[in-house]
C-alpha cells in the first residue's frame, strides 16, 4: 500500500477552506454550468458560509448537505484527521481516542466515531472460488456454557473469499432460516464452501460443493479444507473490541464488525484508505 502519511495529510488538507475544496470537488467534479442560469461559470467559496456560489446568479451549492459533516459545528479538517486515523488504524479508534487526539467533547467524538462508521457499509460482490464461513460469539467472559450457544453474547456469521474479501452479520440465532439467506446473499452458488461440521452448514449446502472440517476430533487442516482464514478475522476482531473499545453495545455491533470486514477486504488496496473513504464521506447519505 501507497504510504499517505501525517505530513501528506497535513500538507493536503492544511485547513477548512482545503477540505471544503476537496469535497466540492468530489461531490460535483469539475462543474463548469450553472444549474441557475445555465451559463458557463466559476464557482467561488462564500466568505463566512461553507458553500459556493455561482459568479453570475449567486446560486449556491451545499457540498455538505446530506453528508456525514452535514450541520456539523466541529471544524471539517477535524473530521478528516478522525477520518485518517480510522483508515489507517488497524485495531479500530475508540471515541475517547478522538476526543483526546481532536480536543472535543465525549459525546461530540462518539457521534463523529459513529457517522464515520456507516461509511464502512458498502454494497460488495458475492464471494466466490473457494470460501470459508464460519460464526463467532461476542460478548466478553460469561458464566456457563463457552462457544457455540453460550448465553448472553451476540452472533457473528461470516464468509471469506480466500486472498479476497469478507462479509460478516451480527445474527439473532444459527436455524436454517437464518444461515441460508446469508449464503444466498453474499456466496456465489458453485462456489467451494469450507465449514466446520456444524449441523446447519450441511442442512444449507444445496447449490455449493461442500467440505468440512472436524474441528471436534481435533482435527484442523485436511489438505485445502480449512477455516484457518476466518478464524483468523475472528481472532483479530475480538482483540480489537477487547484492546480498543472493552465493550461494543449489541445494538452498535453491526457497524463494528462491518469496520472491521472492510479493512479486511481492503487490505491490498494500493492507496490509502483514507481516500476511498473521504470519497465515500463527500457523497449524500
Known sequence: MERFTIKDFNAQYPDDTACLKAIFKNRYGALRICLGCDKRTTFYRVKERKCYACQYCGYQLHSLADTIFHKSDTPLKSWFYAIYLFANSKNGVSAKELE??????????????KQIRVLFHTPARKLSHTVEMDDTYIGGVQPGKRGRGAAGKSIVLGAVQRDGRLAASVV?????????PFIEKHIQPGAALMTDEFTTYRRTRKGYTHRTIN????????????????????SQLKRSISGTYHAVSPKYLQQYV?????RY???EWPTSLFFPMLARAGRPA
Do not use: C, P
Not at 483526546?100 to 466515531?113: D, E, F, I, P
Not at 474441528?215 to 482464514?229: E, I, L
Not at 462491518?258 to 472492510?262: G, I, L, S, T, V
Open 100 to 113: 483526546r487526539q481532536l480536543g472535543v467533547t465525549y459525546k461530540t467524538a462518539w457521534r463523529m466515531a
Open 172 to 180: 439473532s440465532n444459527l436455524s436454517a432460516d437464518t444461515v441460508r
Open 215 to 234: 474441528h471436534s476430533s481435533g482435527k484442523y487442516v485436511r489438505g485445502k479444507v480449512h477455516t484457518n482464514t476466518i478464524e483468523g478475522f475472528w
Open 258 to 262: 462491518n469496520e472491521f470486514a472492510y
Open 265 to 267: 477486504s481492503k487490505r
